[in-house]
């Protein structure tokens, strides 16, 4: 008898045409956040946005809320706050590190700001290279998913 061994390959997540999201933004006026017009355009949502909040003031938009895509990715984004900056995590299947930090690159590519932004020494953070105002993405590891921790503001 010979064991049999099954090697799972890491989740690649679809790369990001960044002229087309960039373009997208702009037509929107920035108006729906860069991750989830890329979600949308590559993925299904497998669900109604949930636990859903909204802001009690000016147009009583959308502030937070949750949904799930297909390949088990969950999405929540949290903007409630006054002048308290976005916060979104996404959820994915264990995920190949490499095309995840391309993915990163061109998510940020994609609504560009006037500030640098580089990787720390393990390729864990994206982050403005003074530490300051832009956006920060954290990748982090459990045992059967890869998160992405991003929070953009002053």
Known sequence: MFPIIIFSQNF??????ATEL????KRTNFA??????YLNRNYDSIAKKREVIYYNYPDY???SFNQNFENGI????????????ISISLVLPKTDRESLNQWIELIFKSSPMDIEHSWNSDKSKFEPTDKGVGCYYEIKETESNTIVENYCGC
Do not use: H, L, T
């Open 22 to 25: 960039n373009a997208e933004m």
């Open 61 to 63: 938009s959308i502030c």
């Open 32 to 37: 729906e956040d860069v991750i989830y017009m």
């Open 74 to 85: 969950n999405y929540s984004i949290e903007q409630c706050k006054e002048a308290g900056g």
């Open 12 to 17: 690649k997540i679809a790369k990001p045409n």
